[in-house]
C-alpha cells in the first residue's frame, strides 16, 4: 500500500493550531530553518568538488570567493532569520555575541533563535555527517524592542521548539515544537523534506555508548567506571554495550536517539564544563530527548534545568535512554555523596 507524502511545510500548517501561540508565526520560522538548510544541504553536497571549484578562502570559477561551509551556513541561517519576520534576534555558536534585529518587522516579532549552524564541521572534509542545531525561545522583552540578553539566556525549559539537521547519507530535518518528535527526509527529487519517522521515541535501555575515550586520563572516577561498566560482559543486561564515537554530535545523537544509547561529553580535568555549549548543543538536543521519553543530565541537574548565564556558555552532557542515563548518574552521585562525607 502506497502512503500519502506529507511534507514539512504540510505538516506544520496542519499542526499550527497546537502550538502553545497558534498565530503562525512559529509555523513560518519552522519553514525559513527548513529553507535555509536545503540551502546549506546543496552547499555541502558540493564539499568535495571543492578542489575543482575553487579552494576555501580562494575564488571559484564564476569569481566568487568560495567561504567556509561553517561561515556559509551561519550567514544563511542568520540571513533567512533576520528577513523572516517571525524572529527578534539570533545567538550563533559561531558568532561572539547575540544579533538583535533592527529592522521594523524582525523587532515585532516574538522569537529568538539560538543556533549551531554547522556542528561538527571539521568532519566536512572527509566525508561525514555534519548537522545544524537550533532551539527557539519566546522573547521575554516587550514586542517591537530591540531583543535583549536576558531573551536568550532562557533555561531549555522555557523552548518552545527546537530541532536539527543531519547532513547525512540522507538529509534529515528532526524537529519538536513541544508535541511528538518527527524526522522529515529531504528528497532531492523533490527539494522537500517529507515526513519518514512520525513519532520517534528513544528505547529506554540503549545498547550504544559514545564518548571519546581518549581522553580518558582526563574524565573523572565516576565516568570512566560508568565506561567500564558499558564494556562489562552480563548476559542479563546484554552487556557489553557497543561503542560507537563518530565525533559528529547530531550524528551521534541521531543514531542513539533511533537505536538507543548514551551520548556523553563529559567534563575534562582542565575543561571541568566539557565542550559542548548549553544554548547551543545541550539544550536543543536535551528537548528533543525528553520529548522522544530519554533523559539528559549534567551528572547533577537535567540539562533544561541548567540556567544559562552567558551564551557560550559549556556544560557536561550526558544524553540519551532512559535508563543509561540514570546509570551514569547513579554512578557520578556515588562518588559525589563519597567525597562529601
Ligand atoms: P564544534 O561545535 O566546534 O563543531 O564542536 C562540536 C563537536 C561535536 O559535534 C562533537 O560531538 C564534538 O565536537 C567532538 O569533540 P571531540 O573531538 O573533542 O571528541
Ligand atoms: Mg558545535
Not at 554495550?241 to 551520548?263: A, P
Request: aromatic share 10%; hydrophobic share 35%; glycine share 8%.
Amino acid at each position: 500500500m502506497l502512503n500519502k507524502i506529507i511534507t514539512l511545510n504540510e505538516y506544520i500548517a496542519h499542526k499550527q493550531k497546537d502550538f502553545s501561540y497558534a498565530t503562525g508565526e512559529l509555523s513560518g520560522l519552522l519553514q525559513d530553518i527548513a529553507l535555509a538548510a536545503k540551502i546549506v544541504n546543496r552547499e555541502i553536497n558540493k564539499a568535495g568538488l571543492v578542489n575543482i571549484l575553487g579552494a576555501t578562502g580562494s575564488s571559484n570559477v564564476y569569481g566568487e570567493e568560495v567561504k567556509k561551509l561553517d561561515v556559509f551556513a551561519n550567514d544563511q541561517f542568520i540571513r533567512s532569520l533576520r528577513t523572516s519576520g517571525e524572529c527578534c534576534g539570533v545567538a550563533s555558536e559561531e558568532e561572539e555575541s547575540f544579533i538583535a534585529f533592527e529592522n521594523e518587522k524582525a523587532k515585532k516579532a516574538h522569537y529568538v533563535v539560538c543556533m549551531d549552524p554547522l556542528d561538527g564541521s571539521s568532519n566536512i572534509d572527509v566525508n561525514i555527517s555534519i548537522g545544524t542545531i537550533f532551539g527557539i525561545y519566546r522573547r521575554k522583552s516587550k514586542v517591537s524592542d530591540i531583543c535583549n540578553l536576558d531573551d536568550f539566556l532562557q533555561k531549555g525549559r522555557e523552548l518552545v521548539a527546537a530541532g536539527y539537521v543531519i547532513y547525512g547519507s540522507s538529509t534529515m530535518l528532526v524537529y519538536s515544537a513541544g508535541g511528538k518528535v518527527n524526522g522529515f527526509t529531504l528528497d532531492p527529487s523533490l527539494g522537500e523534506f517529507c515526513l519518514s519517522h512520525h513519532d520517534i521515541k528513544i528505547p529506554k535501555k540503549g545498547k550504544i555508548y559514545s564518548i571519546n575515550e581518549s581522553y580518558k586520563n582526563s574524565f573523572s572516577k565516576s565516568v570512566n567506571e560508568f565506561v567500564e561498566y558499558c564494556k562489562t560482559e552480563d548476559k542479563a543486561t546484554n552487556r557489553p554495550y557497543s561503542s560507537r564515537y563518530v565525533g559528529s554530535m547530531v550524528t551521534d545523537f541521531h543514531r542513539n536517539l533511533i537505536k538507543g544509547g548514551i551520548f556523553m561529553y563529559p567534563a575534562l580535568r582542565n575543561h571541568p564544563n566539557g565542550k559542548l555549549r548549553l544554548l547551543f548543543e545541550g539544550c536543543p538536543m536535551a528537548y528533543l530527548v525528553e520529548k522522544a521519553g530519554g533523559r539528559a543530565t549534567t551528572g547533577y541537574t537535567d540539562i533544561l534545568d541548567v540556567q544559562p548565564t552567558g551564551v557560550h556558555q559549556r556544560v557536561p552532557i550526558f544524553i540519551g535512554s532512559e535508563d543509561m542515563v540514570e546509570k551514569v548518574e547513579a554512578f557520578i552521585q556515588k562518588y559525589e555523596s563519597v567525597s562529601s562525607l
